[in-house]
């Protein structure tokens, strides 16, 4: 390909020595849109990105360079960011810390795409959010969870009219995340995650997720009922020593959306996985249910809804796993990747991106109400 018709646009990427931001980000979305010629922009050119890591260890910066072949990095932040090369800020950094580099960037005039939670507090992501917008940057969070497969199968139905009416939605997520007091069985993820003072919490991580999956998915969520659990109150840390669990590792709730439907999430690190993938969403509708899950979506009509006959004294004659098919959501890159792709486009042709800081905001918002709920024992309106 002539480089007559390549765009370059660099991209600095802060914090992605971390597993997501190394697999998700890095591995399988920017460098997976150079090593197939970068973002058609549908006018014969296309955009190729060009990162730089940077971060605060500079061993680990190079270590990353080096195993997949990225040439710049720097530990000096403020100097990049002072770079006119560089017009995209993106950030996988520990929540805690997130704001203070969005601030610095938007100062420096970089359009803002971020991990989420983008905070721990609702108030600083609003504040993030409106920093971004008075700066006249343009602004994203990874909202990822809506190109995966099993969700694309399901848009396809609902926008197809198979469920008529939805009715409910149950969900579950959740494995179990070994304590690390078996010595053949080490904890599979950090420390921190178990911490409240570092940001983690199982509500703050996932309630942020289902707020734009149940917003995108079933309707604008209007209320929450939420119960939190500490299951698991010591664990064993990165240093073989064993820590206090000051965060959530489970959350229990109940959303109600504007358009009436009620959906339960259960979320839990505590959970032994006996279902078809690590998150099932069953949505129940007048004319047809679904099991969706992250990969794939089996369906059910109301023609092919068995009728069940209650007898506690023989085993039920009935299938139930029968009946069911798989929807084909079409073809699927990674949902990382794809949600990158149309954030480049954003940036370079203005095209529409409307998961932006402020949406991202909203998850936050969310994990604070569920909290609320969690204390008072009452229904937040959202």
Known sequence: MSTENIERIGVIMNGVTGRMGTNQHLARSILAIREQGGVELGDGIRLMPEPILTGRNEEKLKALAIEYGVEKYSTDLDAVLADDSYSIFFDASGTPYRIGF???AIAAG???????????????AFRIAEIAEAAGVKNGTVQDKLWLPGIQAFLKLRDEGFFGEILSVRGEFGYWVFSGHDENQASQRPSWNYRKEDGGGIIIDMHCHWRYVIDNLFGEISEVFTH???????????????????????????????????CQFNSSW??????????????????GSAIVGLR????????????????PDVDS???????????????????????????????????????SLREGAKGVDLAAKSWESHKTGSWIKV
């Not at 690590?278 to 004319?287: C, E, F």
């Open 228 to 262: 939190a659990a500490t299951h698991l109150p010591e664990r064993i840390g990165e240093d073989g020593n064993p820590y206090q669990c000051t965060a959530d590792d489970a959350a229990y709730a109940l959303f109600k959306t504007k358009t009436g439907v009620v």
């Open 270 to 287: 505590d959970v032994r996985v006996r279902r078809d993938d690590l998150l099932t969403m069953q949505v129940d509708g007048t004319k």
């Open 102 to 104: 969005l601030e610095r």
């Open 317 to 355: 004659p009935i299938d139930y796993y029968a009946n069911w098919d798989i929807v084909d959501p079409g073809p699927c890159e990674n949902a990382f990747k794809v949600q990158w792709e149309l954030f480049l486009k954003h940036i370079a042709r203005d095209e529409p991106f409307p998961w």
């Open 110 to 124: 970089k359009h803002i795409y971020c991990e989420k939670p983008t905070a721990v507090d609702p108030s600083e």
């Open 296 to 311: 794939k979506c089996w369906a059910q009509s109301l023609g092919n809804t068995p009728r069940p006959v209650w007898n």
